[in-house]
């Protein structure tokens, strides 16, 4: 598959997906491969420490994972925005039960001013939650961040509002000649049409995978053309029009059955093949090369 054919030795990034659907997590028989956890994605790349991809219900198994090698924990996360699908797994995150862990959260400030730290602090309290975000024993330091660049140890960061409902940011990681673009929740333009605004090109201009929305269906798009998603057939036109090597179909609608994703994968994986692009759905579990 593109570039994840090559080995541990040449790769800059590992990257796993911990909670790959949109909206609300969700359960059932008929999700079982792909899952039913929302957005975490955890990014690890030699000598610096792990790289999130937003904190939904994913988060939590990621933190199982963490304990069984160290229950200590040093990351970051990128946040792209404050809806519960991406927000609500940090309080499960076992890791901060350590007084010694320390994680910090970039991620942008709301349209009335709220700072990061603040719009966690309504989450994460009662009556919403049943302790306080300060009764938990690990630092958490929230990063009120611009868009621009700054670095996690060597690797690079950008960080650019993408079109969505509410402040919301796409990330790209570039590390030893190699990219990644996020781009979860990402507003079609709502005449259904193909177009992208300047700086989401510039996150995914030629990156080597680029983990992508693709909630819609087109049908389902005519309904809910100003959600702020689109059609995994715009994902496509974004990966094959700007050079990407290779594209995760990623939040997936809740709705969506494991059958139905395959479906949906099959028709779409030609088109971009012709264009040099490879597609996968992609699913909890999953770890790919870059």
Not at 182 to 199: C, E, K, N, R
Request: net charge negative; hydrophobic share 35%.
């Amino acid at each position: 598959m593109g570039v994840f054919r090559e080995s541990n030795r040449g790769a800059a990034f590992s990257v796993t997906f911990h909670g790959v659907r949109g909206s609300t997590p969700c359960h059932g028989s008929d999700i079982v491969r792909y899952g039913g956890n929302t957005s975490c994605v955890s990014v690890l790349s030699p000598d610096s420490q792990p790289i999130l991809f937003d904190l939904g219900t994913g988060l939590r198994s990621f933190g199982s994972e963490c304990l069984t090698r160290d229950s200590k924990f040093v990351g970051t996360c990128l946040l792209t925005h404050s809806h519960f699908d991406h927000t609500q797994g940090l309080p499960f995150f076992a890791p901060l039960l350590n007084p010694d862990t320390t994680f910090r959260v970039h991620g942008p400030r709301q349209e009335d001013g709220m700072s990061v730290r603040q719009m966690f602090d309504k989450l994460v309290s009662p009556p919403l939650f049943p302790v306080d975000l300060d009764r938990i024993p690990g630092t958490i330091d929230f990063v009120d961040t611009d868009e621009g660049e700054f670095f996690v140890d060597h690797v690079k960061v950008t960080a650019k509002y993408v079109p969505h409902v509410g402040p919301t940011f796409g990330y790209r990681l570039d590390f030893n000649g190699r990219s990644i673009a996020y781009l979860p929740d990402h507003q079609q333009p709502v005449d259904g049409s193909y177009g992208i605004s300047d700086a989401s090109r510039e996150l995914v201009d030629g990156v080597d995978l680029l983990i992508h929305d693709s909630q819609y269906t087109p049908e389902e798009f005519v309904q809910k053309a100003d959600w702020g998603h689109c059609t995994a057939e715009y994902a496509v036109w974004v990966a094959t029009t700007h050079g990407v090597k290779n594209l995760a179909l990623f939040h997936h609608d809740p709705s969506r059955s494991d059958d139905a994703l395959d479906a949906r994968l099959s028709c779409l994986r030609g088109a971009a093949a012709s264009a040099g692009c490879e597609v996968f759905a992609a699913h909890e579990g999953q770890t790919v090369l870059v």
